[in-house]
């Protein structure tokens, strides 16, 4: 009886250390956001790809439309885009990119991550 414990036990074990992996898989994709205020609305796209099959090493492309608000009279779109490495970390279950301190941690549910304080949805 204890021997068929044990073995459960490693069993399920196992099956956590597998779930890890397949959550770092889960982050590829393609990730929007929109949001508004008073000053501007903004979209932004999140593209996480994943530099080789043999690292734990993401390209994150994010591109952004925004539009100010000036006096009630929204401004003609602007558009921003900027691309960084970012390594995941299996212990901490975080995208991490060290020049500017940005992380990126997946949602629950295996269809939205979230930047900062910024939750992006799976598009693709």
Known sequence: ??????????????????????????????????????YSTASDTL?????????NTYQIERRTGFQKIRNGVTQAKEYKTEKWQSSW???????????????ITPGKDGNSVKLKNTEYQKIK
């Open 47 to 55: 593209i996480i790809t994943r530099s080789s099959q043999s690292s």
């Open 89 to 103: 970390s299996d212990d901490k279950q975080v995208l991490s990119e060290t020049e500017y301190g940005r992380q």
């Open 1 to 38: 009886m204890k021997a068929l414990i044990v073995i459960i036990s490693l069993t399920f074990v196992a099956l956590i250390g597998c779930k890890s992996n397949s959550q770092s898989n889960s982050l590829e994709g393609t990730f929007t956001n929109q949001s508004k205020s008073e």
